[in-house]
């Protein structure tokens, strides 16, 4: 990393670890843009779907039931964000991943991995930790179709999917590539319904739209979530399957991409705080 790459190809092929706890849809993509490099899966969910694809496929796979794990070893029943005990269940798995790759991973790929890296984790691996979010991570914080709804709440006309490098923060650290943008064109109908709603009473946030909608009409709250959650789902075909493999593969994998404190540069170019921009470069093989 002296250098600053994230992936330096002089190196060697790259290796990575893929992270999942569910249905694997991201890990698939990304697998499929080359099945050919060396990786290994890792779950705290053994019994998921996305494990036993992984499986089907010949893929190295390794798992450490993350329920079991602190029940077990440590007597609590939700594991922790931070701590000794959070930090022994990283180390568990990533002496694991490590084991099987007979090396330390190039790059790590959180897939729908459901548990918050640890600050030993984020710590030991950044800037090889790489996530993706669901909407402009700049703005809108939150899980699954969160983002999507606050964007919604706050008058954007397009929403975005975003790849980051995990840091200690909550989905806060340096943007490396947001999707090509989704217009809400489409949903506008109902739309028009949430914002007339939200504007007439005054409330921005979800958690203040949802007691107003409680107070008169609670259909308009199960609107937003049915319509954000839709808006989601295209956004994950769209946005996210089209951006993650892309900044594995042929980002980094390719050396493209340095880092320096928290400004991304890729073929030489700086980016701005939002990263990469497909409206703007689209998939471009280079662009300096």
């Given amino acids: 990393?002296?250098?600053?790459?994230?992936?330096?190809?002089?190196?060697?092929?790259?290796?990575?670890?893929?992270?999942?706890?569910?249905s694997g849809t991201n890990y698939e993509k990304i697998y499929e843009r080359d099945p050919e490099k060396r990786?290994?899966?890792?779950?705290?969910?053994?019994?998921?779907?996305?494990?036993?694809?992984?499986?089907?496929?010949?893929?190295?796979v390794v798992a450490l039931d993350s329920k079991r794990y602190f029940r077990h070893m440590w007597g609590i029943e939700k594991p922790p964000r931070?701590?000794?005990?959070?930090?022994?269940?990283?180390?568990?798995?990533?002496?694991?991943?490590?084991?099987?790759?007979?090396?330390?991973?190039?790059?790590?790929?959180?897939?729908?991995?459901?548990?918050?890296?640890?600050?030993?984790?984020?710590?030991?691996y950044f800037p090889r930790i790489l996530n993706v979010h669901p909407g402009d991570a700049r703005?809108?914080?939150?899980l699954g179709w969160v983002p999507t709804a606050k964007a919604i709440l706050a008058g954007e006309s397009s929403v975005k999917s975003t790849?980051?490098?995990?840091?200690?923060?909550?989905?806060?650290g340096p943007i490396l590539i947001q999707s090509r943008s989704l217009m809400l064109s489409e949903w506008e109908?109902?739309?028009?319904?949430?914002?007339?709603?939200s504007e007439k009473h005054g409330v921005r946030e979800i958690s203040k739209f949802k007691?107003?909608?409680?107070?008169?009409?609670?259909s308009l709250y199960e609107l937003l979530v049915k319509i954000s959650k839709d808006i989601q789902e295209r956004l994950k075909i769209e946005g996210d399957w089209e951006i993650y493999p892309f900044a594995v593969h042929d980002l980094i994998g390719k050396g493209r991409v340095?880092?320096?404190?928290?400004?991304?540069?890729?073929?030489?170019v700086k980016m701005a705080e939002e990263g990469w921009q497909v409206d703007r470069y689209g998939f471009a093989e280079k662009i300096a």
């Fill in 258 to 268: 340095v880092l320096k404190g928290r400004t991304v540069y890729i073929d030489g």
């Fill in 1 to 22: 990393m002296d250098n600053g790459y994230v992936f330096d190809p002089s190196s060697g092929a790259m290796k990575y670890a893929c992270g999942l706890s569910g």
């Fill in 189 to 197: 109908e109902a739309i028009e319904k949430i914002r007339g709603f």
């Fill in 139 to 142: 703005k809108y914080t939150g």
């Fill in 163 to 172: 790849v980051f490098f995990v840091d200690e923060s909550d989905d806060g």
């Fill in 82 to 124: 931070y701590g000794i005990e959070r930090n022994s269940y990283d180390m568990a798995m990533m002496t694991l991943v490590e084991q099987e790759l007979k090396t330390t991973p190039d790059l790590i790929c959180l897939a729908g991995y459901d548990l918050w890296i640890g600050d030993w984790m984020a710590r030991r």
């Fill in 39 to 60: 990786h290994v899966v890792f779950s705290n969910a053994p019994d998921c779907s996305g494990v036993k694809k992984a499986k089907e496929k010949g893929i190295p």
């Fill in 211 to 218: 007691e107003a909608a409680m107070a008169t009409d609670y």
